[in-house]
């Protein structure tokens, strides 16, 4: 049996980093034991042993490996070069360790989207597919067959967003004119008429729809723009405000939290809003918050109590849409907002 002295630890963080990449995602991390495990299937030497300096071998290399790949000082601008994500335990040791690529899964649902929307023949689109499945771990059938519902053309949809990476890319301001669309399906501008000049941050998929996540001076807060409905897009040579002077940006961990905030990109500053649920719908629960979800208390046998941080509209539009299985409960101003809009749908519906 090879001695594991004997394996340098170039070679080892390179064994490491290919079974990460292999066997792990963000919902299929590994323990250093489990690492450990597949590294004995791959060549017999168990990694785990100490060294004659009292080191473990194992836990050596993990930290080597997180040092060379990862930034060595963690920022809102360099998240997405974190390529290896880990926990620490109550013992100080790494665990719940997983490789995610630079390119983060709703940008390669972008991609798989893009291609989709492309127009392409069967075979050429499936192979596209295939491949970018077999780059990112990806399964096909989670994004095959999405589909854009707008009446945007799919070529102007695409020009839109690459004027807007560049811009986000170079950090610079953009200017254009919004529309939306008339009962003939012909987009027309807002009735605002101007142009639009705002700081573009990031580019996400909602429900079928591009939508780009920006700040619109002069306000703090951040906005939502469906890119289909944006022409005219101009970048300016003004420098876009800084991500970290954005509230909103500040408060987060990641891109993915804030868009679980902002359920359905609706606007309006989160707030904590607890929920009596149906827990036979948690599944609606996850779909639109994903992980923001704390205080799950059960209240019976049927019905838990949970709370989210969520936009007001959010939670107010959960609850008339699964009325059936969603009830706020707090704050009082929300739950009364609601009894208040109920009664006027009511009258409405009486006539």
């Not at 983060?104 to 597919?129: F, H, N, S, W």
């Amino acid at each position: 049996m090879p001695e594991h002295t004997g394996v340098k630890k170039s070679l080892r963080m390179l064994k490491i980093l290919k079974i990460l990449r292999e066997y792990t995602d963000r919902d299929h991390p590994m323990t250093q034991k489990q690492i450990n495990e597949k590294l004995r299937d791959i060549d017999g030497t168990d990694y785990s042993m100490n060294t004659a300096s009292g080191v473990n071998t194992l836990s050596q290399t993990i930290h080597d490996l997180i040092d060379e790949v990862n930034p060595k000082v963690l920022t809102w601008e360099n998240e997405y070069k974190q390529v290896i994500k880990y926990n620490i335990d109550k013992n100080g040791r790494i665990t719940g360790i997983y490789y995610e690529p630079e390119i983060k899964p709703d940008e390669v649902q972008m991609i798989a989207d893009g291609i989709v929307r492309m127009g392409l023949d069967g075979d050429t689109e499936v192979r596209l597919l295939e491949k970018l499945a077999e780059l990112y771990r990806f399964d096909r059938g989670e994004f095959v067959t999405v589909r854009s519902f707008t009446y945007a053309d799919s070529t102007s949809v695409n020009d839109n967003i690459a004027v807007i990476r560049d811009a986000i890319r170079h950090e610079r301001q953009i200017t254009f004119k919004f529309n939306g669309y008339d009962r003939n399906g012909r987009l027309i501008p807002s009735p605002r008429g101007k142009p639009y000049t705002v700081n573009p941050y990031e580019i996400a998929i909602c429900a079928g729809n591009t939508y780009l996540i920006a700040n619109t001076p002069p306000y703090d807060n951040v906005s939502f723009y469906r890119i289909d409905l944006m022409t005219d897009i101009t970048v300016t040579d003004t420098v876009r405000r800084a991500r970290n002077t954005i509230k909103e940006f500040r408060d987060i961990g990641d891109m993915r939290e804030f868009l679980a905030r902002h359920s359905g990109m609706t606007y309006g500053e989160p707030i904590t809003v607890t929920l009596k649920v149906d827990t036979d719908r948690y599944t609606l629960i996850h779909d639109l918050f994903g992980d923001n979800i704390r205080n799950v208390k059960a209240i019976d046998e049927r019905y838990d109590s949970i709370d989210v941080m969520t936009t007001e509209k959010s939670a107010l539009d959960l609850a008339f849409t699964a009325s059936d299985a969603v009830e706020i409960l707090s704050p009082e101003s929300l739950r009364r907002k609601f009894a208040e809009k109920l009664t006027e749908l009511t009258e409405i519906y009486k006539k």
